[in-house]
């Protein structure tokens, strides 16, 4: 993509004032493996704090993906790993627990750092220990996986037509009162619809596409994404190829925003990369150093200064200061 010098002035100008927020990466699996360190500037993957912050990102939400048992075992060593790195990176990384924290960080020039549970399974039958994990930092909370759980049927599982179990709703409304948000990717339709009928905030889609340009399950569906921008939601654009479609690049990743924008306005967008969880990049978006090419493509594509800023970051902002404060 080639922009004139004002064009790219003002991409500079947009990505340094956005609070640049990214709502999905798996890159906790491999600091709880002891793989790699966040600290240090890596040849392998896709995401650490030297590319964050070359990559103009602001807050980063880390994932706590746990796919074998004991689920709250693994989901505590995730967490305690997540802890080493902050004591390892004080001044560069803090743990964001609220909408103020993130932006006294974003001010002083550090990541603020969110965490998410990618799967109910860590609750282990249900939403009794979401207070504890509440008070360890943990301000979202992706239902399912692909599988099914004791909570509801994730996307794998949608031939049953199964939605959220009563233990499910249950979680909804506890997350509903502790203030945790709720993350929709990866669920059943069913489960989704009963999210949004029974969810008292607006809820995301940390990491999900436009299935009415690629059809694939993981994506949503034009009445999805309708009803989840009404209720106030965000949906994340995630990175994986074989989301976006065939021969993925830069430029795909903007045709499922022009989408979305197209279908449900523009306050309903924002990034979800899906960085370290996916096995290959679009060309031009190789890891997270290169999301300002993001903000060069918005500028090209015409969007606004405001709408940009959104994309990039305010309108999960928005979502996050309603729902945890």
């Not at 990559?55 to 305690?80: C, H, M, N, W």
């Not at 109910?120 to 039958?125: F, I, K, S």
């Not at 909804?172 to 990866?186: F, I």
Request: with cysteine; charged share 20%.
């Amino acid at each position: 993509m080639k922009l004139t010098a004002d064009q790219e002035e003002r991409a500079r100008r947009l990505h340094r004032q956005a609070l640049v927020w990214d709502s999905h990466c798996d890159t906790l699996i491999d600091i709880a493996a002891g793989s790699r360190t966040l600290g240090e500037k890596g040849s392998r993957g896709h995401l650490d704090l030297p590319r964050l912050q070359q990559g103009g990102v602001k807050v980063q939400i880390f994932a706590i993906y746990i796919d074998a048992p004991p689920y709250l075992r693994r989901t505590l060593e995730f967490i305690s790993a997540f802890y080493r790195e902050l004591e390892e990176n004080r001044g560069k990384l803090t743990l964001a627990t609220s909408m103020a924290k993130i932006e006294e960080a974003a001010a002083q020039g550090e990541v603020a750092a969110l965490l998410s549970i990618e799967g109910g399974e860590a609750l282990e039958g249900g939403p009794a220990i979401l207070p504890c994990l509440y008070r360890l930092g943990v301000r979202a909370l992706g239902l399912t996986w692909n599988n099914r759980n004791q909570l509801a049927d994730g996307i794998a599982e949608a031939r049953t037509g199964g939605g959220l179990t009563s233990l499910g709703l249950e979680t909804v409304a506890a997350m509903n009162r502790l203030g945790m948000v709720v993350d929709v990717s990866h669920l059943s339709p069913a489960g989704f619809w009963d999210v949004l009928e029974h969810s008292r905030h607006p809820v995301i889609a940390s990491h999900s596409n436009a299935r009415g340009l690629h059809d694939h399950p993981r994506n949503l569906d034009d009445e999805q994404i309708k009803a989840l921008a009404a209720r106030g939601g965000v949906i994340g654009i995630n990175f994986a190829p074989q989301f976006l479609g065939p021969g993925a690049r830069l430029e795909t990743v903007l045709d499922h925003i022009d989408y979305i924008a197209r279908l449900a306005g523009c306050d309903c967008i924002g990034l979800g990369s899906d960085y370290d969880g996916i096995a290959a990049t679009p060309g031009g978006l190789e890891d997270v150093s290169r999301l300002p090419n993001i903000t060069r493509g918005l500028v090209a594509r015409g969007y606004s200064d405001s709408d940009i800023l959104k994309i990039l970051g305010g309108n999960f902002a928005r979502v996050f200061s309603q729902v945890i404060g």
